[in-house]
């Protein structure tokens, strides 16, 4: 019953810090996180995948790179195709046919893609829909995990020290 607990506990911390870094850590550091609607990146990137993106920088994208911009509202994930002269991007998604309509500037850069992590995006929807009944839920398995017989931990005798028993 040790490793189950231990391992419950550790899938449980793993859970936690995914759940900060998305929440707090990533924005901090200029990171974005962002769940795949369409099917415009397959094959390289699929439906429901986690893009992950790292700040542009000081570098600009080159031809074949992935990166996200905002166009509408939206955050588009997509390859650059082209770089004009004056640093703006053409932009089109692996799947699409055409390119994405006008050109993309520096300034609606997000970043670009570092990570895409299939399936986790709806994972990730979900957890941010529902973090605190996500964090409630961890608190109490941990809580039933405790209750569970030989929860606690067998602890040592206390060896006494001072006066030592005389035999003779």
């Known amino acids: 019953m040790g490793r189950f607990r231990s391992l419950i506990i550790n899938a449980q911390i793993v859970v936690l810090v995914a759940v900060v870094f998305v929440s707090l850590g990533a924005e901090a550091l200029g990171w974005g996180a962002y769940a795949i609607a369409t099917g415009s990146m397959e094959p390289s990137v699929s439906v429901g995948s986690l893009a992950v993106c790292a700040p542009v920088g000081g570098r600009a994208p080159v ?3 992935v ?8 955050v588009v994930v997509h390859r650059v195709v082209s770089v004009s002269g004056d640093g703006s991007l053409v932009c089109k998604g692996d799947r699409n046919d055409e390119p994405d309509p006008g050109t993309v500037r520096a300034e609606a850069l997000v970043g670009r893609l570092v990570l895409s992590v299939p399936a986790a995006g709806a994972a990730l929807c979900a957890l941010a829909e529902h973090r605190a009944q996500a964090v409630c839920a961890l608190v109490v398995l941990d809580a039933a995990l405790c209750l569970l017989p030989g929860a606690a931990i067998p602890r040592r005798p206390k060896r006494r020290r001072g006066k030592r028993p005389v035999v003779g």
């Open 63 to 65: 031809e074949g790179e």
């Open 67 to 74: 990166v996200a911009y905002e166009r509408a509202g939206t």
